[in-house]
């Protein structure tokens, strides 16, 4: 009679050997797979770092141009400000109304803030420097309110502050007003300009405007490399 013992033991070894089989398989294909997956992750990230590596560099190069660029500015302001005479004709390092040096007078013609009194102040002065001329009335509306704000910004426009002037005295004197203004360090741009009276006492009333520009805002930014 044939023994059941050798078919069950064989039967055994096959299991055995098929329950290996499908263990060494899903071991391979977690190696193959995981092997794919932190391939893919270390190429990114090499990829990632290239990114950064070539970011840090482009930095890098445009801060040799910018320290490169900043030492020409720094030897052409002092060349700019060490003149002998200023761009208007006066001594750098007098007190006059025509004198100082050649930044003060850029700052003096267009300042960056919005300042009305100072500008009433410095009209007053202008005015009243002329011989033979009596300022009658000076002024304007201070937008103090709605320019006050506007301190700075990145693309910086002139902005116009308009304002009246009455005042009397010989046609001569009126037309040394006139020169007066043209030749002021501030731009001054007549809109209207009416006389009455005879050429001995007469009177000029005058509407203009002068301008201020704010400060130019340096906006610094941080780029994020994906």
Do not use: C
Request: aromatic letters at 6%.
């Amino acid at each position: 009679m044939p023994s059941l013992t050798a078919p069950s033991t064989k039967r055994l070894l096959i299991d055995k050997a098929n329950t290996r089989i499908v263990l060494y398989v899903s071991i391979a294909a977690f190696v193959v797979v995981f092997s794919l997956v932190a391939t893919k992750t270390l190429i990114s990230q090499a990829a990632y770092q290239n990114r950064v590596i070539s970011a840090k560099r482009k930095t890098v190069n445009q801060l040799k141009v910018d320290i490169a660029a900043t030492s020409q500015l720094k030897a052409s302001y002092n060349a700019f400000i060490s003149t002998p005479q200023n761009v208007i004709g006066g001594n750098p390092n007098g007190t006059g109304s025509q004198d100082g040096n050649n930044a003060k007078i850029v700052l003096d013609a267009l300042p960056s803030t919005y300042d009305f009194p100072g500008l009433m102040s410095s009209m007053q002065s202008l005015l009243t420097s002329q011989n033979g001329v009596q300022v009658d009335s000076l002024g304007g509306t201070d937008a103090e309110a709605t320019e006050g704000n506007n301190q700075s910004s990145s693309v910086p426009q002139p902005v116009a502050m308009p304002f009246t002037a009455s005042v009397s005295g010989s046609y001569s004197a009126l037309q040394g007003v006139v020169s007066a203004l043209g030749h002021s360090i501030r731009p001054i741009q007549i809109q209207t300009l009416n006389l009455n009276g005879t050429d001995s006492n007469m009177t000029m009333t005058i509407t203009a405007q002068t301008f201020y520009q704010p400060a130019k805002s340096l906006n610094f930014s941080q780029e994020s490399v994906k």
